[in-house]
């Protein structure tokens, strides 16, 4: 804007000086000598604006015009005459290349000026000399008009060029304005309308299937086994997938159908549907057929599939986000119970979740109260029949003399991250009783305590172990850890180390359960654990069925080739003991002997044994 300012006042003030200088030459006497001074302060003028100071030259342009247009006027005709013509153009020219103030300076001199010369005319105080027409005159209305209109015409065009742009920038603010709605309201991978977008158009298509008396049904699909194709091949790869999905979903939908993204590796299919089920059913068996159909990602054939879950509006509600939540859990659902496939939403689903939750925080408050209790089951070697020790097992006893499910309890527990706390009162509960039954004559007792992989995660269980045998006084050599095969499967460097450090204490390890997970060998002698617990689910029928019997003698011979000791879990009567004898065995536990019972009764037990 400013060396357009600039450049103008040049050329106004260029165009001006030449008619000023023209107009001089055919004047005479005042009018030449008025000119002249004129001519003089516009070359100054234009000086100033040369020099980038367009204000100055403005100032320099315009007030010695006013002036002098008064002066030729006051000696002349005065407010009759030729020179009054240039007045406007010097108020056009102060709007557009002065300033507010320079403006409303000159239009209230011209005024003043005018209000003069007429009341001077009227007093008889000024004498209008009116010459006679000629060449002159008409050279000076022409110079005047000319001067006047060129430079309106440049200031014009100006104008124009800029409402051009303005109207041009207008339109560039509506379409960005427009890409960023689009962009805040569809997915920018696929194009397809997101989570924000989605709830709206579910609104709209609500409002018509009620019109038309129809249901809308929502249909969620989420993928099985994403995660690894961008692990493996790269997000881009990952990204290539759902494009092409995107493309494979939509032809099996409808033009009344609407797919939407919800995020991630999850779509919403919001469809119109009649009275029967089997449509629906119909549709999300085509959609995952679409999803297990090979993908070719970067020359790489991958296989994914999905889980679909589905609610009906009305019928399962009526909110959005009421019907999100519901239409979540029919999909996770499906995935629980096999994957690939779909499940409709039903109440029982709400009340499984429910009941969940509530149980979770009953952990929570059962853990704040002190409600959990310890129950030992011994440890015993099957030559001599002694105890070896006990297995320390989580039991919530309730007000009523019932039990809730333990394993209900850990799985909440290692979900809701609680397994962290609990697993740490169950250390500390452990190595008390256990140095108990030390000092009360059982030196050789030792305890065994099961820890989740999520304790091993945390980084903290170390530190834990080490405060529950330092508060307990339990030497380490007392305590077992018992160990899933799936923590061992987590062959990081992180676990090892835990478990060399707590190794190097003298607490030993043994594996849990063992038969019924991967039973890798290497995982045996990485982990250095010193005895297998076989699975109760080989043992208990062992002896009235030779199906386990090989299986069993298989493990046992395993172990005694790695110097480990074999503990069989769940043995309930005299034969399977005598057998697990003859097959070598070390030690066993089981209700031949004795349940679970809680810590007061097992140091009897070890009376009753001794």
């Known amino acids: 804007m400013q060396p357009l300012r600039i450049r103008r006042l040049l050329q106004i003030s260029a165009i001006t000086l030449c008619g000023l200088l023209l107009a001089a030459i055919v004047s005479t006497g005042w009018t030449q000598a008025v000119l002249l001074v004129g001519s003089a302060c516009l070359g100054v003028s234009f000086l100033s604006a ?327 089951q011994p440890k015993i070697c099957l030559k001599q029949e002694a105890v070896l020790g006990a297995e320390a097992l989580l039991r919530w006893p309730q007000p009523d003399g019932s039990f809730i499910n333990p394993a209900d309890v850990i799985e909440l527990a290692e979900r809701s991250g609680l397994i962290l706390e609990l697993g740490s009162w169950v250390l500390q509960q452990a190595c008390s009783d256990c140095q108990y039954w030390q000092q009360q004559g059982f030196p050789a007792v030792k305890v065994a305590v099961n820890l989740s992989p999520i304790q091993f995660r945390d980084g903290r269980l170390e530190q834990t172990v080490l405060t529950a045998l330092r508060h307990s006084g339990l030497a380490p050599e007392a305590l077992e850890l018992e160990l899933t095969e799936s923590l061992l499967i987590d062959n990081s460097d992180f676990v090892q180390q835990q478990l060399a450090r707590l190794g190097a204490l003298g607490i030993t390890f043994a594996i849990d359960d063992f038969g019924t997970g991967y039973s890798n060998l290497s995982y045996l002698r990485q982990f250095n654990a010193s005895s297998l617990k076989v699975d109760k689910s080989f043992i208990s029928s062992l002896s009235v069925s030779l199906r386990d019997k090989p299986l069993v003698r298989a493990i046992i011979q395993l172990a005694k080739s790695l110097e480990l000791t074999t503990v069989a879990e769940g043995v309930e009567d005299t034969a399977t003991f005598t057998m697990l004898q003859q097959l070598g065995c070390d030690a066993a536990q089981g209700y031949l002997w004795s349940p679970a019972v809680p810590a007061e009764q097992f140091i009897q037990y070890l009376q009753c044994k001794r």
């Not at 020099?51 to 100055?56: A, D, E, F, N």
């Not at 006013?66 to 030729?82: F, H, K, N, Q, Y």
Request: charged share 20%; net charge neutral; aromatic share 8%.
């Open 50 to 376: 040369w020099w980038q100071r367009p204000l100055l030259a403005a100032y320099l342009l315009l007030w010695p015009m006013a002036l002098m247009l008064t002066a030729l006027a006051l000696v002349s005709g005065g407010i009759r005459d030729l020179a009054v013509v240039g007045y406007p153009g010097v108020l056009v020219f102060a709007a557009i290349l002065g300033s507010r103030n320079l403006f409303l300076f000159l239009l209230s001199f011209i005024i003043l000026a005018a209000a003069a010369m007429g009341y001077g005319s009227m007093q008889g105080w000024l004498i209008p000399y009116i010459p006679d027409d000629s060449w002159r005159h008409v050279l000076y209305v022409s110079l005047i008009l000319s001067i006047t209109g060129f430079s309106v015409l440049l200031m014009a065009q100006d104008l124009h060029r800029s409402l051009r742009a303005l109207q041009a920038e207008n339109k560039r603010v509506r379409a960005t304005q427009q890409q960023l709605q689009r962009l805040a309201m569809h997915d920018k991978l696929t194009d397809l309308p997101n989570r924000s977008l989605c709830e709206d158009l579910f609104r709209t298509m609500q409002q018509q299937c009620l019109q038309q008396h129809q249901r809308l049904a929502m249909l969620f699909l989420d993928l099985d086994n994403f995660k690894p194709v961008n692990d493996a091949l790269g997000h881009a790869a990952g990204d290539l997938l759902l494009q092409q999905l995107t493309k494979r979903l939509q032809s099996e939908l409808s033009k009344h159908d609407v797919l939407c993204r919800f995020g991630g590796d999850e779509f919403m299919v919001l469809c119109p549907a009649d009275a029967n089920d089997s449509t629906l059913a119909d549709l999300a068996a085509r959609l995952l057929q679409q999803t297990t159909q090979p993908f070719t990602l970067m020359q790489t054939k991958v296989e994914v599939s999905g889980s679909i879950g589905i609610v009906i509006v009305p019928t399962d509600g009526i909110e959005f986000h009421v019907l999100c939540r519901k239409v979540d859990l029919a999909m996770h659902n499906a995935k629980s119970e096999g994957r690939n496939t779909w499940r409709f939403y039903n109440e029982a689903m709400d009340q499984a979740n429910t009941d969940k939750f509530n149980l979770l925080q009953r952990i929570r408050d059962a853990l704040k109260n002190n409600e959990f209790k310890l129950y030992y």
